[in-house]
């Protein structure tokens, strides 16, 4: 799970890459083209750390997120704020975008270091395309079954770390303003009703059902107990303080917190019935356009003809399919085996560290770093996935968090692979890589999501066929049979948002394809297809991207190919849009 992205933020993001500074230039003109250099360098990394600094003070959350001593960085006075949910904000950003993009523009690209210049491309990218959403300000959604405001704040809550006092005093007046953030966020619900881009019913239920679980005393309360626990070890407060920190947590969560969620209760319910599409995206007005805008915000690939895209999905399902179908020829035997598989290690603590024992050879190493591992609070679970891994700040890397949700619902889930895709090689992996490699500030603010889900389920694919207790041909069916699952949920998002496929063709298509026939089965992915546009399409498109360059790698380098330095290639790009990634693809690594 990423830090939640603001209505009105200006999330930026920039990437890795090494190169000289400047060639073919006379050894007359090299003293002065040098100063110019320098200057020009300097000058763009001004810009990035004012940026940075606008940015995460823009939202107390996401300046605790990722720094825990702000003053280090200069940060001493600072407003105590959730920030904002509004459509003003929005509008007010567009011209702060493109007064940035001219800014950005003024620089002078060639003299810039290849680092720099990578991270113009990628910032240039970032605003024109949050540029184009202009009009589509209230096709948004904040609030979602499973990873909406009501899930992921709460969360975050929960994992504001203690490392003073102040980090208390600014806990507490954010929890304080819960129900005005809230009130907010209804606000534009209420605009979105106006004007018929409200959720469906169904949709709207499974919201409703998230936020009763938020609604029990606030003793009881999982945030309770976080709090205390997180106070209880700082030793700068004092027993007496502590006990009146306490007592005005539970002030808050009795006056604020609860009440905002019953006001969010209230009003969801005052809202049903005004939603006038509970099918895809293809139905509202710019639906399908909107749809187009999601892929390119998250992925970094701009599809004008949806065809392609569709083509592409289908290509990787045909081909990974006739894969399978290869190993169970060559082994028939195979299908009883997969009957009653089992990987050799289950516990959470071990798989870790078993994952990072495989993984050397085929992954560059980085340093031994911390992580803990805790389980999803009870009151979450039916609104939480399987697991989540949380980026540390930028300046306590050491401060890496897994959740694992342990809901009955989630215990078929096969515990090696989750943690390949949330440990290593996986996010937690990527997160200490991108940080060792010595980003600017402004490069941490990054999070093209296809990249990131991208990488770690491609990850995840490879962890079946480690040494992990499985033959290699039940890896490697287990394998291809979770991304042919994830390619055709990533082809009915397509089909249900841009084409305007209905329950009933999603229900005949699962039986035919998938030989799925429980109705209520396929009405639950139909609905969660619904609520989240675009969600599923984020894992595997970033797959689907990095997965078809690992294939046009082998074939072009054939036994030049090096399974360490494609990793490597990828890692050292880090978070940015495909489009960009392919372009030192083709440009450099194929070279």
Known sequence: MHKRKRLTGLVLAVCVAGGSLLQGCSVSEMPLVKYRAEKE?????????????????????????????????????????????????????????????????????????????????????????????EGFELYSNPLKPTIGQQVELPLMFADYMFYDRRDVEDYLELLSQIDDYYGEIMDYERMKSEEGLFMSDAVADEVIESCMSYLEEPEDSFLTATFAEKLDALEDVDSEEKEAFKARH???????????????????????????????????????????????STAGVTYKNMSRLEKEILERINGEIKELQDVMDKKPEIIEEL????????????????????????????????????????ALEDSFSPAACLSPPIDRPEDNMIYINGSDEFENYDMYTLLAHEGYPGHLYQNIYFHESGVSNLRNLLKY??????????????????????????????????????????????????????????????????????????????????????????????????????????????????????????????????????????????K
């Open 449 to 590: 999501t296809s990249y990131s889900e991208g990488w770690a389920t491609y990850v995840e694919y490879l962890a079946y066929e480690f040494d992990n207790g499985l033959t290699p041909e039940a890896g490697r069916v287990l394998a291809r049979n979770s991304s042919i699952n994830m390619g055709v949920t990533a082809l009915l998002d397509l089909y249900i948002h841009y084409y305007g496929w209905d329950e009933e063709t999603t229900e005949e298509y699962l039986a035919e394809v998938m030989g799925i026939y429980d109705k209520e089965m396929v009405g639950d992915i139909y609905l969660q297809i619904v609520g989240s546009p675009g969600n599923y399409m984020k894992y595997y498109l970033g797959y689907l991207k990095i997965a078809d360059m690992r294939q046009e790698a082998e074939e072009k380098l054939g036994e030049n190919f090096s399974e360490m330095e494609f990793h490597k290639f990828l890692l050292d790009m880090g978070p940015a849009p495909f489009s960009i990634i392919k372009k030192y693809f083709e440009e450099e690594y194929l």
């Open 41 to 133: 360098q300097q000058k763009f990394d001004d810009m990035e750390e004012r940026l940075f600094v606008e940015e995460i003070t823009g939202d107390t959350l996401s300046l605790h997120f990722y720094l825990a001593d702000p003053e280090n960085y200069g940060i001493e006075d600072y407003e105590v704020t959730l920030g904002g949910y509004s459509i003003e904000h929005v509008e007010e950003s567009y011209e702060e975008i493109r007064q940035i993009q001219e800014e950005l523009h003024g620089m002078n690209y060639k003299l810039l270091t290849k680092e720099q210049q990578l991270t113009y491309e990628v910032l240039d990218y970032y605003l024109d395309t949050e540029l184009n959403s």
């Open 339 to 378: 009957d009653e598989y089992e990987f050799r290690l289950s516990d959470p603590d071990e798989v870790l560290t078993d994952l990072q024992e495989q993984i050397a050879g085929q992954f560059p190493a980085i340093p031994q770093s911390q992580y803990r591992l805790k389980y999803v609070p009870e």
């Open 250 to 296: 539970l002030e808050i969560m009795e006056e604020d917190f609860i009440p905002a969620y019953e006001s969010m209760i209230d009003g969801m319910e005052e809202l049903k019935g005004t939603g006038k599409n509970d099918m895809g995206l293809y139905y509202l007005p710019k639906g399908k356009e909107y749809y187009q805008y999601l892929l390119s």
